[in-house]
């Protein structure tokens, strides 16, 4: 890896296949991304596995979205999804998720969608946060990872949420796995 990305954990993660597939089938992909998604999973495994775990929470169902926070830039990242994958895991509004985030010195996409606040750190320009739930087979240990933040962290989450809802309604948001699909097909 090199200098431009930050990974600190030490998780011990698996892929679920049977989850993998359904995020392929939810976005109903083609050949050709089904190719480089697969290509990059060895990628996000090590990302899943030495990233920094995260508070995130379901803003809203239909679409999914889900707000990502990351202390490094004490932001939120807005990550849009395929409802279907909220149906299939019982996903309600402010349904409690974590994620592995891997940051970055510079912009690693064409949005202007990180809203960095006044603790930001100022080191990292981006970050790709992985929704956990919809690649791993440790269902117990994202829970036990979800319980680990404590209230003070889930409302100063849902604060930096309101704080920031014009802002957030306004803006085009990222597709949720914009790391594992290329190019155009990025706005799924």
């Not at 939810?26 to 998604?37: H, Q, S, T």
């Not at 402010?94 to 202007?112: A, E, R």
């Not at 809203?115 to 829970?143: C, H, R």
Request: hydrophobic share 40%; net charge negative.
């Amino acid at each position: 890896m090199n200098n431009d990305n930050k990974i600190i954990n030490g998780n011990d993660f698996h892929l679920d296949i049977s989850k993998i597939n359904l995020l392929k089938s939810a976005y109903n992909l083609n050949e050709k991304e089904i190719r480089y998604f697969d290509n990059r999973l060895p990628r996000i495994q090590i990302f899943m596995n030495m990233g920094d775990i995260q508070p995130a929470l379901v803003y809203k169902k239909d679409p999914l979205i889900i707000a990502c926070y990351n202390d490094e830039m004490d932001c939120i990242l807005m990550l849009k999804f395929p409802s279907a994958l909220a149906d299939y895991y019982k996903l309600k509004e402010n349904d409690y998720l974590v994620t592995s985030n891997v940051y970055w010195k510079k912009l690693m996409t064409k949005y202007n969608d990180i809203y960095f606040d006044f603790m930001s750190y100022g080191v990292y320009k981006d970050v790709y946060p992985i929704v956990l739930k919809f690649f791993v087979q440790e269902d117990d240990v994202l829970n036990e990872k979800v319980d680990s933040f404590s209230d003070f962290h889930w409302s100063y989450i849902k604060n930096k949420i309101s704080s920031h809802l014009i802002l957030l309604d306004k803006k085009e948001m990222r597709n949720g796995i914009f790391y594992l699909i290329k190019g155009e097909h990025n706005d799924r």
